[in-house]
């Protein structure tokens, strides 16, 4: 298995471009979410699902989207690039939906600049 | 929401002595996970301890719950080298699809 999974693993975008970060798990996990990194600040919830065509907000889901149309995949958009989202993002996943019960595996993350 | 709160921040410490972290947290708790980042990497989970478990062991890793003082402690024994990285707890509750991290604990084991 190679688990969870994201790309790019780094990007940079100027203010007001879109992109979408990739997540992908091969573990039929129910539970995928969207975290950013940020120094000093932990990790912060951004975008979850507890299985496909079922997503909710986290703490921090301003200026992006997300969908699961498949239990695999679970993108994340950022519609229009701002220096306040350059951040280190990573996926995560877990086997059930409760996920605040059980072990999440996470991928090796995203690094985007916003210039 | 409720959230881990590690103390301290950082810790430098020789190859061979224990490391010993602490979490604190708001609310009451199902479980508290330890996760290991190495720099430049995702989150590795290292180990869970359910609100009704007041130990747990994990190799070299030795976690202790006290669900009174709403607190955990990790303690690294014999720390190599390799035990180098920044070490988060994360809180989940009852009936909650979500984990909640603190800000991290960065080890430094300086051989």
């Known amino acids: 298995n190679a688990g969870v999974t994201q790309t790019p693993k780094f990007q940079v975008l100027k203010t007001g471009q879109s992109m979408t970060l990739q997540c992908a798990q091969d573990m039929n996990h129910e539970y995928m979410s969207w975290y950013r990194q940020d120094p000093g600040m932990g990790l912060r919830l951004i975008h979850y699902s507890v299985g496909a065509g079922i997503t909710d907000q986290g703490e921090v889901p301003n200026g992006y989207n997300v969908s699961r149309s498949t239990t695999e995949d679970f993108p994340l958009r950022l519609l229009s690039a701002a220096p306040s989202q350059t951040s280190v993002y990573f996926c995560?996943?877990?086997?059930?939906?409760?996920?605040?019960?059980?072990?999440?595996?996470f991928g090796p993350g995203t690094r985007l600049l916003v210039l | 929401s409720q959230q881990g709160e590690e103390d301290p921040q950082a810790l430098s410490i020789q190859e061979g002595e224990n490391a010993t972290m602490n979490c604190s947290y708001k609310t009451s708790i199902n479980n508290l996970q330890w996760y290991r980042q190495n720099s430049g990497r995702g989150l590795v989970h290292l180990i869970l301890?359910?609100?009704?478990?007041r130990e747990k062991h994990s190799g070299r890793l030795r976690v202790t719950l006290d669900t009174s003082k709403k607190s955990s402690s990790l303690l690294i024994t014999a720390s190599r080298a390799a035990d180098t990285a920044s070490y988060f707890c994360a809180t989940g509750s009852y009936g909650n699809n979500r984990l909640a991290f603190g800000k991290g604990n960065q080890v430094v084991v300086i051989p």
């Open positions: 995560a996943s877990s086997s059930t939906g409760l996920a605040g019960q059980e072990t999440q595996y």
């Open positions: 301890i359910r609100s009704n478990e």
